[in-house]
């Protein structure tokens, strides 16, 4: 592919890590601030904030070709072993980035190899 998806790999597995990381903080200041309250309040915290998040979507569709993966077939994916090559077995998380680029970047040495 173009160098659009390398720039869309990177930029995806950084803003992944940048949710975790903003989730992380909310959960343990939501911990610590409603230590004392309910589950009421705690599920009314992260229903604003869902809303809130909601706010910052795109309102138009996105043609469905260019729809990233879901949250849920992201972990799916990762989960997945390396069917082969070096990193045969490895699970497709702990596979570099770089070597996950290569593969798209080459699709015909790529062909060549799985012969």
């Known amino acids: 592919m173009t160098r659009t998806f ?3 790999i990177e930029d ?5 890590k940048l ?5 992380s903080l ?3 200041e939501v911990q610590i601030l409603l230590k004392d309250l309910d ?3 705690a599920k009314h915290f992260w229903e ?8 910052h979507l795109p309102k138009e569709q ?3 070709k260019e729809l ?3 949250l849920q077939e992201v972990r799916r994916f990762e989960a997945e072993t390396m069917p082969y090559g070096e990193l045969r077995g490895i699970d497709i998380r702990n596979v570099p980035v770089e070597r996950l680029l290569w593969y798209d970047e080459h699709p015909q040495e790529f062909a060549k190899k799985l012969k």
């Open 68 to 70: 990233p993966m879901t």
């Open 6 to 8: 390398k720039l869309h």
């Open 26 to 28: 909310a959960a343990s």
């Open 39 to 41: 589950i009421t309040h």
């Open 19 to 23: 949710a975790h990381e903003v989730h």
């Open 48 to 55: 604003c904030l869902s809303e809130l998040i909601d706010e």
């Open 12 to 16: 995806n597995v950084k803003l992944g």
């Open 62 to 64: 996105v043609p469905v």
